[in-house]
């Protein structure tokens, strides 16, 4: 690692207009491929939670390895999913994002919404983030010939870059809703990356405007975190134990019910909870 990159890495974690100040390398930019040892890990992922229905569409690569997944939820349990190497019928380029694969085709177009960015310490590296909820949105699901029109900001982005240390372990929930007194919201909050007491990603929308959160705890079982209850419709899962790759890895899609950080008390909440831990 070049010395200056040390130098910067020393003044993290950092957060908001202060990252882009530290001179590291970070998207959109080029990202050198390798810190020492450790290859660059990189991700997008977009959420949409409402009532009718929630999804995911990501894309991920460690290394030069792609991976592509998808995933529809209904409140009676149903879930639909794929992941796939390579393309796999997912598209994610910009602001849209589309799926076409065996009866399931998905279209989000995103709007506009307050990212924000966070840079952390990784052993001797640097991670980076940024997050965007509550993002207004418009596009349509059809599952197996039932189709599902998406409107609103309901909305959920996650752009995540960096050199991971080899066994990384963390607790996540994301979503959006309203609160009591009409506003919309939408929240960020883990444990385990970017969970510094301060200048960390925890992050609490409310009507468009973000504030960081404090430190949260999450229940064993993921049906809490801090003030929050989590009522779940239906899980992504993968365990994956290969000889230097192992992923433990689950996220429920479900419903929020209780009070966020800041006493903003939900009227309603739709999202997920997650808990992962790799070796990669």
């Known amino acids: 690692m070049r010395r200056d990159t040390l130098q910067h890495v020393a003044d993290l974690p950092a957060r908001g207009a202060s990252v882009r100040r530290l001179g590291l390398s970070l998207p959109p930019g080029r990202m050198p491929a390798r810190q020492g040892w450790r290859p660059l890990k990189r991700w997008r992922y977009v959420g949409v939670f ?29 879930l639909r999913e794929r992941t796939t190497i390579g393309r796999g019928g997912v598209e994610m380029a910009g602001s849209g994002v589309r799926v076409a694969a065996g009866g399931v085709s998905i279209r989000v177009d995103l709007g506009d919404g ?10 001797g590296s640097y991670i980076w ?18 189709r599902y029109e998406i409107a609103g900001e309901c909305a959920f982005v996650d752009e995540s870059a960096g050199y991971h240390e080899r066994h990384t372990s963390w607790r996540w929930s994301a979503g ?7 506003e919309p919201v939408g929240w960020n909050l883990v444990t385990g990356l970017h969970d510094a007491p301060r200048c960390s990603e925890r992050t ?22 801090g003030g929050l209850r989590f009522t779940e419709w239906a899980a992504r899962e993968n365990h994956t134990h290969l000889l230097v790759f192992r992923s433990d890895y689950r996220q429920p899609f479900g419903t929020f019910s209780g009070e966020l950080p800041g006493a903003i008390r939900l009227a309603e909440g739709y999202g997920v909870m997650e808990e992962h831990d790799v070796w990669w």
């Open 176 to 182: 959006v809703g309203l609160a009591q007194g009409g």
């Open 114 to 123: 307050d990212g924000v960015e966070t840079a952390s310490p990784a052993g």
């Open 50 to 78: 409402t009532p009718r229905l929630m999804l995911c569409v990501g894309e991920a690569r460690v290394g030069p390895i792609p991976q592509r997944w998808w995933a529809v939820a209904l409140p009676d349990g149903t």
């Open 204 to 225: 609490i929308w409310l009507d468009g405007e973000p504030r960081e959160a404090p430190p949260v705890d999450f229940a064993a079982d993921l049906s809490a975190v």
């Open 129 to 146: 983030t940024r997050k965007q909820a509550a993002v207004p949105c418009s596009g349509e699901v059809t599952l197996d010939g039932v």
